[in-house]
């Protein structure tokens, strides 16, 4: 039996080290059981995203992700160092 829940985003932004901004601040909602694809033109920031939602990379401090009213682990951690590991087959953002 599968499940699943909704995606939010509250402001999340993506600066790298030497200013370069990937991700504008972004407030997105995906709900439970709905299909979003994004688009748009090279460097816009849809891989930052997804590996923001995916928890490979972490939002600027203030940025949020939720899954359902469950606040990602990713940013609980956001002062913390760690990576992560699947155990299991799926995809990733290219
Ligand atoms: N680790 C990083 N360090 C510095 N800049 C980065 C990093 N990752 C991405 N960027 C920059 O952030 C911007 C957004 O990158 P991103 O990969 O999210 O774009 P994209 O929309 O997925 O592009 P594409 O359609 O080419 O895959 C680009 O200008 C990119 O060069
Ligand atoms: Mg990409």
Known sequence: ???????TLNQCSRTFAGG?????????????GETLVLLGPSGCGKTTTLRIISGLESPDQGG????GS???LRCRLRSATWEWCFKTTRSSPT
């Open 70 to 72: 469950v606040i990602s």
């Open 1 to 7: 039996m599968s499940s699943s829940v909704s995606i």
């Open 64 to 67: 949020q992700v939720l899954f």
């Open 20 to 32: 370069n901004t990937a991700l504008q601040p972004l407030d997105l909602q995906v709900n439970a």
